[in-house]
Nanobody, 126 residues
Framework: QVDLMESGGGSVQAGGSLRLSCAGAPYITETACMSWFRQAPGKEREGVAVIHRHDGSTYYSGSVHGRFTISQDNAADTIYLQMDNLKTEDTAKYYC???????????????????WGQGTQVTVSA
């Protein structure tokens, strides 16, 4: 059963790090594609990272490439997002999302994901 739950958010100063977790994601057909999105107040939900669970390949948005790392622990049914060198513009609520393999084809679109977590807040101060 898929029941996504994010954790690990909090407040940090610019330049700091956080690691987000998305639990409740068994490796099944419906979770072959897992992504992290974020949404700041007044803005659209934005895809930041995706992982193809069958081979572990990853992709990132330009705004986080080189600073964020998505990974998986299939034994623990968990997806992670390591966030380093955080910036004030990273402040947002972060969500994990799961979908079948074709969700990864247009991974930054929210359309093809079947499951979403409730989100965890990340606040980065100057």
């Amino acid at each position: 059963q898929v029941d996504l739950m994010e954790s690990g958010g909090g407040s940090v100063q610019a330049g700091g790090s956080l690691r987000l977790s998305c639990a409740g994601a068994p490796y099944i057909t419906e979770t072959a594609c897992m992504s992290w999105f974020r949404q700041a107040p007044g803005k659209e939900r934005e895809g930041v990272a995706v992982i193809h669970r069958h081979d572990g390949s990853t992709y990132y948005s330009g705004s986080v490439h080189g600073r964020f790392t998505i990974s998986q622990d299939n034994a623990a049914d968990t997806i992670y997002l390591q966030m380093d060198n955080l910036k004030t513009e990273d402040t947002a609520k972060y969500y994990c999302a799961a979908g079948r393999f074709w969700a990864c084809a247009k991974w930054t679109s929210t359309t093809d994901y079947m499951y979403w977590g409730q989100g965890t807040q990340v606040t980065v101060s100057a």
